[in-house]
């Protein structure tokens, strides 16, 4: 039986994970969620899990919630709340493996102390490694600890390194579906809509997310998330588009073999894979090979994709830039959905912020939320100087 | 330093293996060789690599042989002849690893005795699987020596099979270029010439072997081999027809994760895997990721091609079957070559071969020769039948 912690349970990874746990009764136990503010979600889980510890986002959120567990005759069940809430949850003694899926920097702490609390750690929270990767791989190889990641491309990555070792490993190749723009002239990018951006073609995921599908930022991430996962720089790590998304990402090795992993396009399956890491077992997400078609893939047009070019220059450079880059980039993507800037404005935004940053390694994850706050700053900052902009110009 | 024989050193594999010890002089040597009838490429390579021992199929060819290295001042290299110089080629106690090579039922016993006498081996030649697969393979777990597959598809398997553990594979998917017959009406089988049928898409290989990849029983013959080589039931085998050959097969995993090999279309490339197994080297091999385009899919069409489903009937019945089979075809495709039957007799023949061979698993290398000898008779005599019916039409 494995015991779990969920941090971001009433998300979608969160959701998915609690419905793994389900289709094995006998193999997981619940016990321990870390939500945010929706109460409702979180009241029916906890009534469903009966985990020993819950956590909410707000303290006001907490007392509902343990007043309607006493209602319920279910006032065992302990509620805290806020980021001290989160780390109990993620280092919750009774708990084996950590799924770590807040999303943004909120989640950092919860899941830097769960590794340090020598847990085994699920990853689909994208900031951890590209803000604070450096921080939460060296604690984990200190603790012996497998970091088992949550997210279709890098969980593809990691059954396709089963079949070398590490130093045997010639080039990652992560798999993009290239998003909505894949086709369309850069010279349209000023006029594109947060319609048209968030009209993602394969998955269906939270907004922010969509927008950095569409600037490939999104994969920008994942190079980094992916040589700090497995400790490869960043000229080991290169960009496939693959419009079907079928394969999810692909290694190849020196001796010029490559392998490569698809499936159905479900994050149940990387959550399972991590959950059972080194095992595999039986699951009821079959991709039917018999129906297997066309594979199409093209390189990506970094030009045209300036954030992805962004992403390689900060991890290339190091440190408190790829904090900077998150930063700028949560806070441009949104300044985009505001209406505030055009879709080719996010690059410059981010460029200008991560200009402006030390490449200083942070030394502690105080130091990542420090240059995380300072970024965000500096890239409203840049949102203002061009929203007075196109203001003067109307 | 790994010590190699070959046996068939001037064949197709075998120069490649070759090639392969060239390229990685302080890693390999080259101890023992085996070969045909080709005196002047034997002269060759034992000028060139200097082995201690050298067999050839005939005994006059053993002693021009001898002569020539005398008069080169090389009388120090033994030259033995024949099956039984084979197999001492196969069990020279100074080799580690023995490439079995040798095309057809010739080489079965030399490559047994490598396995009984605790070498590893790698195996290209197909009748030690197809015919002898249950002997051999148990042979080798007897010896608690791997088995490694120098052919793409099977080659392939092996790598994506590192992704878990073997019960944990749900099925194996054998890709198939579809030989030049993929898109031919089946109304027009009766016609095919040899020369439309020597016309292989993807890869430059042997009239036999070109002939079995345009009637797909060499995919039949595969899959039987995958049957025996990662002791599966036939029902766990599948084939895809993937026209470009750029993946070489796949393995789908129970958890529904599918890995996927592939490379350039260059036999070094499995050879260098099997024989610096389980480490990977650095090779100038390399598949141009970059440059990849379009991957095509399509099920196999069994009415189409007979030869599939009696490959698969054939493994499923067991023992005896699989020699008439491997014998019946290579008899039919030798009358195709020799204009004596059509194309869409092929599987006729082989069907009727089949059909009267007992399903008993023969109990020793001797027993399938005798199986393979009296399958061969009554497949001449078959041909012999429809070329008395061709000429009494005409």
Known sequence: MKRIAIL???GSIG??????????PDRFEVVALAAGNNLNMVFEQVKQWQPRLVSMAKEEDAEKLR???RQRGMSAIEVVFGAAGAVKVATCPEVDFVVSAIVGVAGLEATYEAVRAGKILGLANKECLVAAGDLITAEARRQGKPLLPIDSEHNAVHQCLRGGR????ERIWLTASGGPFLNKPQSEFGSITVEQALNHPTWKMGKRITIDSATLMN??????EAC???HVPPAKVEVMVHPQSTIHSMVEFVDGSILAQFSVTDMRLPILYALTYPERIESDMRFSVSDLRHLDFCPPD???FPCLRLAYEAVAAGGGKTVALNAADEVAVAAFLDG???FDEIPNIIEAVVARTSSQPPESIGTVLKVDSESRQAAREEVQKRKRRVTSFA
């Open 15 to 24: 959701c998915s994970t609690l419905r793994v746990a389900e289709a094995y």
């Open 228 to 230: 700090r996962l497995f």
């Open 340 to 342: 505030k800037i055009t």
């Open 67 to 69: 007043s309607l567990l």
């Open 219 to 224: 994969k920008g991430f994942e190079v980094i």
């Open 302 to 304: 970094v030009n045209k």
């Open 8 to 10: 971001g349970s009433t």
């Open 166 to 169: 590490m130093e045997e490993v």
